[in-house]
């Protein structure tokens, strides 16, 4: 065992030098402990070489690899913590998110307000929508939000920042240095979404009274009136007719 070791750490030459050291120490420890120690130098120094060689192609298979594959992996957005409370959904871990997206709060609450079509305030950590909305609408919004607002199309990687330019708004890579203009997407997919038609139930909030009393509440951007309901409430509302983006309705009565 010895002699292969040796063979492998030290040369053949110390394969004959060690085991005669070794058989000398049997009589007498003196050059045993001499010579051992000269050949753990060398081992060790021959060692950490090898370390080194290591170290440094794996330096160089990191650097080859698509980053990409490192990124994704990498940045995961928190999970989040939704619940429907009566006429309301509460977003618990919303301030988390803005963290982990390193955005301004006000920034994506603005966003989701106008992509939900619902009015909401942050509350502490927390957003309370007023409207009952899915965790999953939600959570569709928030990652086109990441897509168009924070990540890198070039890297992939989260770590950017939003820089005004004239009227443009960019999205400067602070990990590869790329830039982008931000395009606030329109796709057929929202907007097909944002489509309020007649024979629609939706629950909005009255927010204000027109000239005849009627009551006028705001769903994406429709004007909703709704004969019957007062200021403040909050109502079921069956779409009965349209008229552009202004859309009249009456109190639905079969949700509930
Ligand atoms: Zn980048």
Not at 181 to 194: C, M, Y
Not at 201 to 225: A, P
Request: aromatic content about 6%; overall charge neutral.
């Amino acid at each position: 065992m010895k002699n292969i070791l040796c063979a492998v750490w030290l040369g053949p030459a110390a394969c004959i030098v060690l085991p005669a050291a070794w058989a000398a120490a049997d009589h007498n420890g003196v050059p045993l402990t001499n010579l051992y120690k000269q050949s753990m130098i060398r081992t060790d120094t021959v060692k950490k070489m090898a370390d080194d060689d290591y170290l440094a192609l794996l330096d160089r298979a990191k650097q080859v690899l698509p980053e990409t594959i490192e990124n994704h992996e990498r940045f995961e957005l928190p999970e989040l913590d939704i619940l429907q409370e009566g006429k309301t959904t509460v977003f618990r871990n919303f301030i988390d998110v803005t963290d982990k997206l390193r955005r301004d709060p006000l920034h994506l609450l603005q966003f989701l307000l106008r992509e939900l079509g619902t009015p909401g305030n942050i509350e502490g950590r927390r957003v309370v929508f007023k409207a009952k909305i899915s965790p999953s609408t939600i959570n569709e919004k928030i990652q086109t939000y990441t897509e168009t607002y924070v990540i890198c199309s070039e890297c992939g990687l989260p770590d950017t920042k939003m820089i005004k330019e004239d009227r443009t708004l960019i999205l400067e890579c602070e990990a590869c240095g790329a830039r982008r203009s931000i395009n606030v997407r329109k796709t057929s997919k929202a907007d097909t979404q944002n489509v309020l038609r007649v024979g629609d139930s939706i629950e909005i909030l009255i927010s204000d009274v027109g000239k005849k009393g009627d009551g006028i509440g705001k769903h994406l951007d429709y004007i909703v009136v709704v004969p019957g309901t007062a200021k403040g409430n909050t109502v079921q509302v069956k779409i009965t007719n349209m008229s552009g983006k202004t859309a009249f309705g009456i109190i639905d009565r079969t949700e509930r």
